[in-house]
Every structure is written in C-alpha cells, then in structure tokens.
C-alpha cells in the first residue's frame, strides 16, 4: 500500500494557531518536506516536533519529487509544509502535488492559518468575491500588465508583499488604479505588532513614506 502526502497549515505568526490535527500529522508522518529547515526546525522543537525534516524549496522541488513520492509509493506517510500559514499559496508544492496525483497518491489537506483569509476577514472589504494575486512581477512589462488588469476588477483584490518594495507598489497601483481606491494594508497579521491600516491609496503611499514599513504585507 502506497502512504499519503499530507498538504500542512503551520502559523502565519501565533504558535497557538496551529491545529490538535497539524501536530499530530507532523509527529506521526516519516518525512516532513519544509521550505526552509532552520525556519521549520524552530517551530518544530517548540512544538515538540521530532520528524526528520527534508528542503523542498522553489529551487529544489523538481529534483525533490522523485525522492519524495518514492518514499510514499514505498508506503511512508509524508507531510509539505512552507514557512508559513497554507503551502502552495505563494509557496512551493505545486509540482509535487500535481505529481503526486498523477501517480494516483491520496493527497490530503489538514487546513489552518492562511494569510490571505485572516486579512480578508478582518479588512472590512467585501468578502462574497474576491481574488489573490499574490507578489506581483517585480519590474518591467509583466508588472504594469498586471496592475493594469486590477483597475477594472470588480472584486477584492487580495496582494502579498515585501516591506522593502510597499512604497513602489502602492505608488504604482495609485497611478494606475487612481487615487481615492480603497485599501487596507494588513503587517504582522497574529504577531505582537499586527497592524490594520485604512484609507485611500493616495493616504497609503503617504503613510508608507512617513515611516519604515516593517513586516511582511498583505494589501
């Protein structure tokens, strides 16, 4: 009997969000591939985690996969996690996942923190329909192809990103999507310094300028 592949929500920040059926998968699974070991290793000793953990990242999953599902196919349970909040979701695991099924392996979700849902829920914009975009391209003709495609969207649009890059990304999605456009800038979401800010995007390139971003984004 072939194992299963174990799809894995970790904490997006508060360790007590992680779920009684996440721990015990991850301590009871054989191999538990991680985006990055020494991020994961300190979860996992805080959590009493022992499982042997294996890199699976954006520049090793396609070499990954054969050593990954060939423990499953030899009847070992493994689990994918990413850094954090839901893998796949501006993460690694997509090439396993659809190779796993491929080869006919049961792949099984344990659900849990997930950025995009815990900002949405909590940004006071319309939930019924929406749609995440994640990092968008970081220059050139992809990027403004992009952000193009967001000024007529009718739905709440969901982004990711880097502190460092905010101030451009705000300024960019002023320009083209116009000033007075709804935003809510979500930092730190379940941390000690989370932060919910609103107001227009004109307001929001000021306030990216008046002091240094800090933390990871979602817009």
């Not at 299963?4 to 998968?25: H, Q």
């Not at 954006?58 to 054969?66: A, L, Q, V």
Request: with cysteine; charged share 25%.
């Amino acid at each position: 009997m072939t194992g299963k592949l174990y799809i894995v929500a970790t904490p997006i920040g508060n360790p007590a969000d992680f779920s009684e059926r996440a721990l015990t998968v991850l301590r009871e699974v054989k191999l538990v591939a991680v985006e990055d070991t020494r991020h994961s290793g300190r979860l996992f000793n805080a959590c009493s985690i022992n499982t042997p953990m294996l890199s699976c990242h954006d520049y090793n999953e396609t070499e990954r996969i054969e050593l990954l599902l060939g423990k499953v196919a030899a009847g070992d349970d493994i689990a994918l996690v990413s850094d954090a909040g839901t893998p796949l979701v501006s993460d690694p695991g997509f090439q396993l996942v659809r190779q796993a099924h491929a080869r006919g392996i049961t792949v099984v979700p344990v659900p849990g923190p997930s950025a995009v849902i815990a900002a949405l829920c909590s940004a006071g914009l319309p939930t019924d329909r929406f749609v995440f975009e994640g990092f968008l391209p970081r220059s050139g003709g992809e990027r403004s192809d992009r952000i193009a495609q967001l000024v007529d969207e009718q739905r709440t649009v969901v982004l990711y990103e880097a502190p460092h890059r905010l101030e451009r990304t705000l300024a960019d999605l002023e320009v083209a999507c116009g000033s007075l456009r709804r935003v809510v800038l979500a930092r730190e979401l379940t941390k000690m310094h989370e932060e919910m800010w609103r107001g227009t995007l004109h307001d929001a390139h000021k306030h990216s300028k008046s002091e240094e971003p800090r933390g990871e984004y979602v817009l």
